[in-house]
């Protein structure tokens, strides 16, 4: 439509096409009649702005910049520009295409208007819903920091009872010693004290005899003597010695407790819906206790590995040729014998549900399908340790050379071998080569984590193999040397080792920054799984136990 001969054209609903124009939705950009108007805002989902028509404007067909005294009504979709007949004519435009100003402005128009509506009612608020949450955290800052400060000063009055109660016990032996040296000098006194009585009266009646020149008495008188020259004991006593323990500062601090690292993420942010991207998961705080929620007896003597099928149902594996799934009452559900009559090595639960097992002797990794074992990898020069189930349902499994001078990692898809992981890029082994466990699990960053329990560190490649970084224990814990044993990861990314001859699990975040221990009175915990809801499950070797630990 000619912009120029659009007031006189009869303008009608947009609507019912039959009533003459009263008003104009500028949110929708459409006329209505007076009926159409109150059936156009009922929903109420959406902020209409309904004028009277007389304000509405008429789109402003501008000038062409190239033909002064031409009106643009067409729009060149090539050139993203609008331009006028003469311009269409000319060869600068020739085999583009063309389309109506009129149309082109109106689809830009309710295009404008979605970003606008989008902005309005979804993103918008999302940023302010974000600044309240960081306002929240400053006001509850104070009160974070409050009670870290408290703890401090909890665990300091501790200290001091603890050392009063040691200077106290020791003033006590003091004085414990000083009196039985003291009762000692006074029993060793009193017995020397009646000797010299005794001889005094001795020496008295001595002289009397002599002085009486009595023949009788004389005859009468026994020596002695003898008797008194054997000399009362005499006591040589050595008073003890304190010896001050110099304070060392470093295992002062290792006493007093440590803070874990400030950690710092920064998270991209969410790709809202209509992007139609995955977004992440859901943030879980750690817990400030480990909650410990269930205790599984395996019937095993030792129990090494545990693996997750749900959040009530986990397989198991120790000294036995025998793997179990037990519920959290312990009760046996199934139970699989290894195919040789070994015992199997490691344990993982696949994605679709199905069991694998490694067996070191016969170098072989198994897979369970319907209590049938399938043979899946089998090796020549290499003997497979521990397993794990990826992302994209392939299997990663860790390995030592049957002479024990190689290790490496190798991922398989099906039976087929994808991939080996075994130098860094300076061609140095990236991990050690003996044949002691080196568990390993997938983060959800796709990285590849191995507890390298010879070598005592977390070795962390990334998807391609790259070393990204070797964890090897608190930075402030110089006196007990770290044990790594099992390892998992979560859906936060965070990965879970255990420390087995210190009775702990040490959590670290996606890059190895050290975030907090779980102890829950573990005895010597070695194989570790999570559910799918971030439950921790820990095969505890020291009691044969399996626990279920909530930290999230």
């Known amino acids: 439509m000619d912009p120029l001969r659009r007031g006189q054209d009869v303008s009608l609903c947009d609507l019912c096409k039959t009533a003459h124009l009263q008003s104009h939705c500028e949110r929708c950009n459409i006329n209505l009649c007076q009926t159409c108007v109150g059936e156009h805002i009922s929903d109420s989902s959406i902020r209409h702005k309904v004028v009277s028509y007389e304000h509405e404007k008429s789109p402003n067909c501008s000038k062409c910049p190239t033909h002064a005294n031409e009106h643009c009504k067409h729009y060149c979709e090539k050139c993203n520009i609008p331009v006028c007949s003469i311009c269409v004519s000319s060869l600068k435009h020739h085999g583009h295409k063309l389309t109506d100003v009129l149309e082109k402005f109106s689809s830009m128009t309710q295009s404008l208007l979605k970003d606008l509506e989008e902005l309005e009612a979804r993103i918008y608020p999302r940023y302010e819903e974000m600044a309240s949450d960081v306002q929240t955290e400053e006001v509850t800052l104070e009160t974070k920091y409050g009670k870290l400060t408290k703890a401090a000063d909890q665990q300091g009055e501790t200290l001091h009872r603890e050392i009063t109660a040691i200077v106290n016990h020791q003033k006590s032996d003091i004085q414990e010693m000083k009196n039985k040296h003291l009762s000692t000098l006074n029993k060793n006194t009193d017995e020397i004290t009646q000797k010299m009585a005794e001889l005094k009266q001795i020496m008295s009646d001595l002289k009397s005899i002599l002085e009486s020149n009595d023949v009788s008495l004389t005859s009468t008188y026994k020596s002695r003597n003898s008797e008194f020259r054997t000399l009362p004991p005499k006591f040589r006593f050595t008073v003890p010695s304190f010896f001050p323990q110099k304070i060392n500062k470093n295992q002062l601090n290792e006493m007093f407790g440590s803070l874990s690292l400030l950690s710092i993420k920064t998270e991209h942010g969410d790709t809202m819906k209509s992007a139609e991207a995955v977004s992440s998961p859901p943030v879980k705080p750690l ?266």
């Open 287 to 552: 817990l400030d206790e480990p909650r410990l929620t269930a205790t599984i007896d395996t019937g095993y003597n030792n129990v090494f590995s545990v693996s997750c099928l749900s959040e009530d149902q986990v397989w198991t594996g120790g000294y036995n040729e025998t793997m179990k799934l037990l519920n959290l009452q312990s009760e046996l559900l199934t139970s699989i014998q290894t195919k040789s009559g070994n015992l199997p090595t490691d344990i993982a639960v696949t994605r679709d549900g199905n069991l694998v097992y490694t067996d070191y002797i016969n170098k072989t990794g198994n897979l369970v399908k319907n209590k049938q074992i399938q043979t899946v990898i089998t090796q020549q020069g290499w003997r497979p340790l521990n397993v794990c189930s990826t992302a994209s349902d392939d299997l990663l499994v860790t390995m030592v050379s049957d002479d024990e001078t190689q290790s490496k990692v190798v991922r398989y898809s099906g039976s087929t071998e994808t991939q080996s992981i075994q130098f860094d890029d300076q061609g140095r082994p990236l991990y050690s080569s003996n044949y002691k466990d080196k568990y390993i699990s997938e983060n959800r960053n796709l990285d590849i984590c191995v507890a390298d329990r010879s070598a005592r560190a977390v070795v962390v490649v990334n998807q391609s193999g790259k070393l990204r970084f070797r964890y090897t224990g608190h930075p402030s814990n110089t006196k007990q040397s770290f044990d790594p044993a099992g390892i998992t990861t979560d859906s936060q990314s965070h990965i879970l080792t255990t420390d087995y001859n210190n009775h702990r699990i040490h959590i670290l975040d996606q890059n190895g920054q050290f975030l907090r221990y779980i102890h829950c009175d573990l005895e010597r915990p070695f194989g570790l799984c999570v559910d799918i809801r971030d439950n921790l499950f820990v095969a505890e070797c020291g009691t044969a136990k399996v626990k279920k630990i909530q930290y999230l």
